[in-house]
């Protein structure tokens, strides 16, 4: 019996520190290997990125209001990111995804530069690692990272950094 206490003590507080120790992580330096799908379900892996642009992705859930504020700022400012590659991407249904787009992001959805996925494998949480939602990357093209940020209401640093990093 003691054996299993002590079994079941361990496994709480595995549970209890290892989402700290996650959370705590800075967000990925470089863009991580992945692979995610487009509406049509083809893949979508790092090998499709464009290599002469700045990359911006933005990991979003589409009930999270912080989420909707955030992409229609980026919408709003859209001027500014069309000079990067923006990439939506969300663990959600595709029914949730579209609804979202088409209600918050009608300004970026028909855009060239703006590619909307889906993290079915989940992977973003663990190559990215966000710290919560939204969660907005910008790399350079050489897919370094220029810029994390968490906070809607910092979409304009953003823009900053992208337009300090035009080339």
Request: with cysteine; glycine share 2%.
């Amino acid at each position: 019996m003691i054996f299993n206490m002590r079994n079941m003590f361990n496994a709480l507080v595995l549970l209890l520190v290892i989402p700290l120790s996650v959370s705590g992580q800075p967000p990925a330096q470089t863009v991580p290997d992945f692979e995610f799908f487009r509406f049509d379900k083809r893949p979508f892996t790092t090998m499709d990125l464009p290599k002469s642009k700045m990359l911006f992705f933005l990991f979003f859930d589409s009930d999270c209001d912080h989420c909707q504020h955030a992409i229609k700022s980026i919408g709003e400012q859209y001027q500014s990111f069309k000079k990067a590659s923006i990439f939506l991407i969300s663990m959600d249904g595709l029914d949730k995804m579209d609804h979202f787009m088409n209600t918050y992001g009608s300004k970026l959805k028909r855009e060239k530069n703006v590619t909307v996925l889906q993290d079915k494998l989940q992977q973003f949480i663990a190559k990215f690692k966000p710290v919560r939602y939204p969660s907005m990357f910008l790399y350079s093209s050489e897919k370094k990272l220029i810029d994390y940020e968490d906070n809607p209401e910092s979409v304009f640093r953003l823009v900053n950094a992208i337009n300090k990093n035009v080339k």
